[in-house]
């Protein structure tokens, strides 16, 4: 039997802020009904999380919709799921309110509705127009059309961009970008916190939710199957592809480094070949990066028509798009360094690098920022004792 | 058009049958009478299985033995139970778990609120829909071919032996038969048949609700006991029946209309008047009478009135109780008699002998010089905000069915049936005369849904039917 309070469960300290916008409000609704039911409580952390409460304020919604993964298996098992009168989706619910945290929560404030806008089409207009830029900017020096194709390169495009620029034009864009999602995470983790306990974090609960994060154990459906994607059978595809996109993206973000440190430290120039650290790190990332993607897109097309929002399908596509050719462009590069085509596969290569950081703070990015906020915060409430004791146990 | 079996039904029961017969290799054909969105009947709303285990087991704490089982049995049902097909279902429940688990029905630790049944219940992993949905698809895997918006509407049956259904006017002939198609809950005129009229000149079913499926219309049962005159058990008043919110829906309210807060509060008529008592047991032991209490109260309707003590110690309801400031204000919101209403709570508070109030024990909180008394946890309902909860009867299945023995064959001027079996709520009344027990329904769904599969197929490859339990190994 649950540990039974001697008194009456108190009331909050903190005021409850009671939910404000129509996806909210049915967040709040759905949750009603699902806390008088229970049955997807093995799923996942938000139902556990749920059982903890009577009541759902605005903050309350914030912190489980960034700890639901949209993994979809509580919409296929629902017995009040449509055509029921309840209409539960508890899936598309949770992803509604997901988007409007990210631009609630975006920093600066106003650029949060860049999130209605960061399509698969702006994503792409971006990159092409970056890679303009870049190109302009290489014929406008003097270099005339022979720069663009030509082979005087020698393999090294220092030659055309200078370390130096490169590190001007990324590096302010970079620590923006760095800056931006912690304002806003900060802001999240500040409304969050005092409905998830209010304790700090302690070291096991930092561990466990780190272990969630980079297993993605929320994907694997509770018994390990996976999660769902066109119907109602289980499978572990979607969290195999992520792992291939994060990981792949993580040793991008990794050749990137070492090679800073060559850089600076050591004094090692670029380009480096293989065997060395950042290609080694940078050819696995880059293929794992286009594998990865590859398959989240053929998912995201094949998705159940009830997961999840549609509104932020092209947020999705955008992102995806952005991580392969950051990658395919990356390899290509590679690949064709001795090549006349060099010069214009660097500027296409540079135009998606600094078109994902742009968007990185304003687009589907964010949900690996937030949901890592929630999953810490679900990981230290948990270790808390249950403020609920139901006599009916 | 024909198939080695035909199922007859959508739900555990007819699944079962249907994954036994394929696996056995006979051809099937399921024929569910609601649309794929609807499918699984009551099924869909089951989250657990009362299993029988001699000691721990994956999910399952402690044990449950065979013994105790039976014993649990026997005393809800009253004595209203076949020994044999109850023990057969008891022992068959220990061992039919890696079956389920190989087609595709996952199992969890009980669900917060659900603990009292640790022990003896193994629950469904996302509930009795995911366990539908899993065995659909392992279903359609082993080729069984699956045809929804098929209500069966007649059978022809000569000296006993299944020769055909008849679907929306098509004739589907089959070497063999499970009848798995559920009982008549659902069919309002039916129930209004079985439950007449009441002293007050009313019809109390016309305010039941149905806790699952609108789909269990009766109608093949019916056809079985009057068309063919197929040996039949069970009384049509005998249900499974609980006290709900009154707000649920018609059909498929499922287990969270359920009001939680009767044994923390008093519960009174459309009278204002109390009528049983509310502290008589632990309510998931009492929960169960209640839906039969509110059915015999005038307009088969009550209110279960609790105190701002009693939250956050009942799983919580599905919609907003009814709320006030004081009680006299909740009598005006709920409709009651506001001098009566005051009358009762005025005597209820006044007699209330509080000593250690516990909610997880039958605890010394009673009242005195009551009638009703209330026996355990009563506390004066002094404490503001008050909260009212209109409850109805919420119909979760009937027990009239067919009479069958351990081959689960139809039997006619008690013979059985070379061809034809029958499973689930269809024949539930064999094992469970009356009463019920929490998870009980789907150990008798899967029993005799495996039996009546693995004998179908062996009737449609022309032989005999075996008696008793599938053997699982162990």
Known sequence: MQQLNSSPPKGRVIPIVPVSSAAETEVARALQICNACRYCEGFCAVFPAMTRRLEFGQADVHFLANLCHNCGACLHACQYAPPHEFGINIPKAMAEVRGQTYAEYAWPPALGQLYQRNGLTLSLALVFGLTLFLLLAVLLQGGGLGVLWGEQLQGSFYQLFPHNLLVGMFAPVFLFVVFALSMGVRRFWSDIKPVTSGVDVSPPAAAEATHDVLKLKYLDGGHGEGCHNEDDAYTLQRRRFHHLTFYGFALCFAATSVATLYHYLFGWEAPYDLPSLPKLLGAVGGVSLMLGTAGLWQLNRKRHPMHGDAKQKPMDLGFIALLFLVAASGLALWLARATPALALLLCLHLGAVMALFATLPYGKFAHGVFRTASLLRHAVEKRQPNPIGLGAD | ?474
């Open chain 2, 1 to 474: 058009m024909g198939t080695d079996v035909l199922v007859i039904g959508g739900g555990n029961a007819a699944l079962c049958a249907a994954l036994m017969a394929a696996e056995a290799g006979a051809s099937v054909m399921l024929l569910e009478a609601a649309p794929r969105d609807w499918r699984g009947g009551n099924s869909a709303h089951t989250r657990n299985l009362r299993c029988m285990h001699d000691a721990p087991q994956d999910v399952l704490v402690d044990a449950y033995p065979e013994e105790e089982f039976w014993q649990d049995l026997l005393k809800v049902t009253g004595g209203l139970t076949d020994e044999d097909l109850a023990r057969l279902t008891i022992r068959a429940s220990s061992t039919c778990r890696n079956w389920m688990r190989k087609h595709g029905v996952h199992f969890q630790p009980p669900l917060s609120g659900a603990l009292h049944v640790a022990r003896t219940n193994a629950f469904f992993m996302g509930g009795g829909k995911a366990l539908v949905n899993a065995y659909y698809r392992s279903a359609e895997k082993l080729g069984v071919k699956i045809r929804y918006e098929s209500p069966v509407d007649g059978l022809e049956i000569e000296n006993g032996e299944f020769r055909a259904a008849w679907c929306k006017g098509e004739r589907i002939e089959a070497k063999a038969c499970v009848l798995a198609a559920g009982g008549f809950e659902s069919n309002r005129d039916w129930l209004r048949e079985a439950w007449g009229q009441n002293e007050r000149g009313e019809w109390p079913s016309d305010n039941f609700l149905i806790r699952g499926t609108a789909y269990n219309q009766g109608v093949l049962l019916r056809h079985m006991l009057e068309q063919h005159q197929a040996d039949g058990i069970g009384d049509p008043t005998q249900a499974h029946m609980v006290a709900i919110d009154a707000r649920a829906p018609l059909y498929d309210g499922g287990i969270c209309t359920r009001i939680d807060c009767v044994s923390l509060g008093v519960v009174v008529n459309r009278e204002a008047k109390r009528f049983y008592d509310e502290g008589e047991d632990f309510w998931p032991k009492r929960y169960a009478i209640w839906g039969r209490l509110v059915a015999q109260q005038p307009g088969q309707v009550a209110y279960s009135i609790i105190d701002a003590k009693a939250i956050g110690r009942f799983m919580p309801p599905v919609f907003p109780g009814v709320t006030a400031n004081s009680l006299p204000e909740l009598a005006d919101k709920l409709g009651l008699d506001r001098a009566t209403f005051m009358q009762t709570l005025d005597r209820y508070n006044a007699g209330c002998r509080v000593g250690k109030f516990d909610h997880t024990a039958l605890d010394d909180c009673h009242t005195e010089g009551v009638t009703p008394a209330k026996t355990h946890w009563a506390r004066p309902i002094d404490t503001a905000p008050f909260y009212g909860y209109a409850l109805r009867p919420g119909v979760t299945f009937t027990y009239l069915g067919l009479k069958v023995d351990d081959t689960s064959a139809v039997r006619f001027a008690d013979q059985p049936s070379r061809n034809l079996f029958v499973a689930g709520e269809m024949m539930a009344g064999n094992v469970l005369g009356k009463g019920y027990t929490a998870g009980v329904g789907m150990s008798i769904g899967t029993a005799f849904g495996r039996i009546a599969g693995r004998n179908a197929a062996l009737a449609a490859a022309g032989k005999p039917a075996l008696a008793g339990a599938v053997k699982d190994e162990v």
